[in-house]
Nanobody
């Protein structure tokens, strides 16, 4: 099993920055893909970004490219999502996820609210 715990959400004004953290524990998760997803009220959960735990390659949704950065700290077993130039439409519950072929493990989410 892999346990994921998100933190760092909050209420900010448009244009501000936030950094989300995802603490990872449990079985070895080398060769895993770590991802961030979000779900806004009344909408489907959507992909935000992902990083390969081993080599660190990243991929982003077009909606956040250039504003968000995903990274990981192997020593701290933590994945981060640095969010800059936040927009009202970034308001959502943000989830951390992990897996190999599929995202099998999910955190409970952290709320990000951006006021316009």
């Amino acid at each position: 099993q892999v346990q994921l715990a998100e933190s760092g959400g909050g209420l900010v004004q448009a244009g501000a920055s936030l950094r989300l953290s995802c603490a990872v524990s449990g079985r070895t998760f080398s060769n895993y893909v770590m991802g961030w997803f979000r779900q806004a009220p009344g909408k489907e959960r959507e992909f935000v970004a992902r990083i390969m735990w081993n080599e660190g390659s990243t991929y982003y949704a077009d909606s956040v490219k250039g504003r968000f950065t995903i990274s990981r700290d192997n020593a701290k077993n933590t994945v981060y999502l640095q969010m800059n130039s936040l927009k009202f439409e970034d308001t959502a519950v943000y989830y951390c996820a992990a897996g190999r072929d599929v995202f099998a493990y999910w955190g409970q989410g952290t709320q990000v609210t951006v006021s316009s």
